[in-house]
């Protein structure tokens, strides 16, 4: 099956066309331009450096979340667009899960780490077992500091992947536990999503075109702004 995955859960725009045993080509963006700008112009590009057509391709896996509620949404709608006008399953691939798939073959904690704005941070934990992605922590959010202290307190080794894992280090002392990926493996991976979509598809998780939506896991500022003026209003 041949299978063009992408992420704009946060700045990075990553895209990739994969099969179950093969990475044939993957663009990875880190740059001023906006996922708007750059996603489509990166797909076409992807499918033609790698000699296929978008009709060769046999099914769709995105980013789902939590991260950037714009970057989600131009993802989402991308994906969800090529899957309902091609009829192509549709695997949606929580963002933090993306992340682990970086370390694959380690088996140390994986705690991939967002930015949630406000010193917050995204946060989850994976193990990989007998090469099965294990969640021993759901998707939370809590203060940078009070994680890093959380994972200390675990006295075991953790790799650290994700934008926000410098907020997580902010005024740690030394450390032989914690540890934070190189910056190749520290961002997103289309590839790694694509990994992940092909674990799931093969349980049966395949969504629906017209009813996947993002995972945001917390309101956006603007609709706590909003809130907050209409309570004021209505007293």
């Known amino acids: 099956m041949l299978m063009l995955s992408l992420d704009t859960a946060t700045l990075v725009s990553t895209v990739a066309l994969a099969t179950e045993d093969k990475l044939i080509a993957e663009f990875t963006l880190q740059t001023t331009k906006t996922h708007s700008e750059k996603l489509m112009p990166t797909i076409d590009m992807l499918c033609q450096f ?50 682990a798939y970086n370390f694959s073959s380690s088996s140390c904690l994986i705690v991939p780490v967002l930015d949630a704005q406000k010193g917050n941070v995204y946060h989850a934990s994976y193990r990989f077992e007998r090469g099965n992605l294990k969640e021993i922590q759901a998707v939370n959010v809590m203060k940078a500091a ?22 997580v280090m902010e005024g740690a002392e030394e450390t032989t536990l914690l540890h934070v990926a190189e910056p190749h493996l520290l961002m997103p991976r289309a590839a790694s999503i694509a990994q992940a979509a092909f674990k799931l598809f093969e349980a049966g998780q395949v969504a629906d075109a ?18 907050q003026r209409q309570s004021c209003c209505h007293e």
């Open 146 to 167: 009070e994680l890093r202290h959380e994972l200390e307190e675990l006295g075991q080794q953790v790799i650290l992947v994700g934008e926000s894992t410098s907020l």
């Open 210 to 227: 017209m009813t996947l939506t993002p995972v945001y896991v917390r309101r956006s500022e603007a609709e706590v702004l909003w809130e």
């Open 50 to 99: 790698a000699g296929f057509q978008a009709s060769d391709v046999e099914a769709i896996a995105v980013s789902t979340g939590p991260g950037s509620f714009t970057g989600l949404r131009i993802g989402m709608a991308t994906a969800k667009a090529l899957s309902y006008a091609n009829s192509l399953p549709l695997i949606g691939v929580p963002t933090l899960m993306g992340l």
